[in-house]
């Protein structure tokens, strides 16, 4: 990503001045005339460039609403809509987390470029001081990298591109690696990930990616990611519109690498392991069918009873070799269920887990940093659809249980570790609808929320 945080100027700044709604008493008689022309009245999100006399920006003039209520994350509609410069910010609320301002400034300077010729130049912050930059600057690389894998289309991001980007990110903080691929997948006991990917093109062979960090005898962390490179369906194909955004798909893979590399760079004192089955649900004559009955590596069988709800397969090999590392806390993360809009739409995140600390210690780190999430309950009364007719379970469960989120839920509580903390969260890692800071497109969404949750834990 382009850098848009300094810890110093290197050149003139231009302040951006905090004002409150209806407070234009401290603004200039030209500022006061120029925000009556526009009707700027400080309202939240308002904006307005005040020129100099060689008619450049001299000052911005940012609406914030009532200060009591403004949360940082305002400031990440900057960036989208400053004119290229170098700018600092002037009369934030002091209830307001310098850092976190400068994050959201970070996050909302993001666009997704790589395949346009022209690059455009950005809007940059001067950070505050006393801002840990660095620590700012890795949470939004790593969202960044969430995106920008989110964004690249599948014949540009297959399985082996994630396993290259993991192996990068295990090189480069000195994580031990590793990776089974295709018809080894069988040998050592990923049978489920095998029979998803296994129609893929042999150059984009289902794989199961590993690495783990951290000094001996710390308490484990394991965070599982859905890598589903591109989601056809199967052989219940989905409908044109359903499969347009597929690329999408392998979204809690990129969100599983990018919360482990924030864990690694802070250098927290725990262990860390990142698995992430990396598979295409492809069609061709080697695809499962309706029907079949798969072994897992826990050694329940699944009926399939659509292919095109294949991230639940896959991560249930994945949980189950968490649970063998013995963590203290598994996090998995995927886009799974269509559900989880209905229920709360693109831009809150469900998350499931049965440990009430774990889950107040979750819902606290969102509120904290303004990253959206909302618990929904494994309910037990929805397990029982989940209750195979030839095998121990199926993937599509009965349809008089209707949550379709809360089911998946139930059936990953299956074969999550036994032991220590579990969470499951449906994301969508997706907007649908721009707005400033939040282009349309991949978005990183929970991972903020869990890294403070687990600095606060573990830090």
Not at 42 to 63: C, H, I, S, T
Not at 288 to 311: F, H, I, Q, S, Y
Not at 413 to 437: E, Y
Request: glycine fraction near 12%; include cysteine; charge should be negative.
């Amino acid at each position: 990503m382009t850098e848009v945080l300094l810890t110093a100027p290197e050149g003139e700044t231009i302040p951006v001045a905090c004002v409150v709604e209806g407070a234009l008493d401290g603004l200039s008689p030209f500022e006061q005339g120029l925000a009556r022309a526009a009707e700027f009245k400080g309202k939240a999100g308002q904006l307005l460039v005040v020129p100099g006399p060689d008619g450049a920006a001299a000052r911005v003039l940012f609406g914030i609403g009532d200060s009591a209520r403004v949360e940082a994350m305002a400031f990440r509609a900057l960036p989208a809509r400053l004119p290229a410069g170098d700018y600092r910010i002037e009369g934030a609320p002091d209830r307001l987390d310098a850092g976190q301002v400068a994050l959201a400034f970070a996050l909302g300077g993001y666009g997704f470029d790589r395949y346009r010729k022209k690059r455009e130049k950005h809007a940059r912050l001067v950070v505050a001081p006393g801002v840990d930059v660095a620590e700012i600057r890795e949470i939004a690389h790593a969202c960044a990298l969430a995106k920008d894998m989110v964004n690249t289309p599948a014949n540009d991001m297959g399985p082996l591109q994630i396993e290259t980007i993991a192996r990068e990110i295990a090189e480069r903080h000195g994580a031990s690696f590793s990776v089974i691929t295709g018809e080894a997948l069988l040998a050592e006991g990923y049978p489920s990930v095998h029979a998803v990917g296994r129609a893929a093109d042999p150059a984009r062979a289902p794989r199961m990616i590993e690495m783990q960090w951290g000094e001996a005898g710390r308490p484990l962390v394991a965070i599982v990611g859905k890598g589903v490179v591109f989601d056809t369906g199967g052989l219940d194909i989905k409908p044109s519109a359903g499969m347009r955004n597929m690329k999408k798909d392998m979204g809690g893979a990129a969100h599983a690498l990018a919360l482990g590399r924030m864990l690694m760079a802070a250098k927290l004192p725990i262990r860390v392991a990142v698995l992430i089955p990396a598979v295409e649900n492809a069609i061709s004559g080697d695809a499962m069918r309706p029907g079949d009955v798969l072994d897992t590596r826990k050694g329940l069988t699944v009926e399939v009873g659509n292919t095109d709800a294949e991230g639940r397969l896959i991560l249930s090999d994945a949980l189950t070799r968490a649970g063998e590392l013995e963590p203290v806390l598994t996090i998995d993360l995927a886009t799974l269920t269509g559900a989880a809009r209905i229920a709360l739409g693109p831009q809150v995140i469900p998350f499931f887990t049965d440990d009430e600390d774990l889950a107040a210690d979750i819902a606290q780190a969102s509120k904290a940093v303004a990253d959206p999430l909302w618990r929904l309950p494994l309910w037990s009364g929805y397990d029982e659809a989940l209750d195979g007719d030839v095998a121990d379970l199926k993937n599509d469960p009965d349809g008089w249980a209707q949550a379709g989120s809360i089911t998946a839920g139930l059936f990953l509580k299956r074969f999550a570790p036994a032991a220590g903390g579990w969470v499951h969260l449906d994301i969508f890692a997706w907007n649908p609808k721009s707005r400033p800071g939040y282009p349309v497109g991949g978005e990183a969404q929970a991972i903020r929320a869990l890294y403070a949750m687990l600095k606060t834990r573990f830090g």
